[in-house]
């Protein structure tokens, strides 16, 4: 059991670290930018076709209603699975970026991936 826990405490070390090096990359492009050496910061690409894909499956709901605070239980349902769409199908994208692109906090994400881990037994 406490071998289990330092091997999941070793493994959010590793994806810390690996997330903090996406986001100091993120952050010199970003400088690049507002300097003009660069037309756009890359990070966000295929972000909207993979929420847009995701969406499909609440027609009633627009990017507006998943970004706004509203905690109703079908907003949250299509929230969370955006946030794990983005997680899953573009793994270089930190917690961070996507909080950033949903328009919400980094905490949000994080708690949206935890749960999804727990539900499907990766996590205690």
């Not at 994806?15 to 660069?38: N, Y």
Request: proline share 2%; net charge positive; hydrophobic share 40%.
């Amino acid at each position: 059991m406490q071998q289990q826990k330092q091997s999941i405490i070793d493994r959010l070390k590793e994806e810390l670290q690996q997330a903090r090096k996406s986001e100091d990359i993120l952050k010199a492009e970003l400088r690049k930018a507002q300097a003009g050496g660069a037309s756009k910061v890359q990070g966000f690409d295929g972000c909207e076709e993979i929420v847009a894909e995701v969406m499909k499956g609440w027609p009633d709901l627009t990017m507006a209603h998943i970004r706004n605070r509203r905690r109703a239980e079908h907003i949250v349902a299509c929230r969370h699975a955006c946030i794990i769409a983005l997680a899953d199908r573009i793994p270089d994208m930190t917690h961070s970026e996507i909080a950033r692109f949903m328009g919400m906090n980094g905490s949000t994400v994080r708690y949206a991936i935890k749960k999804h881990r727990a539900g499907m037994g990766e996590i205690e």
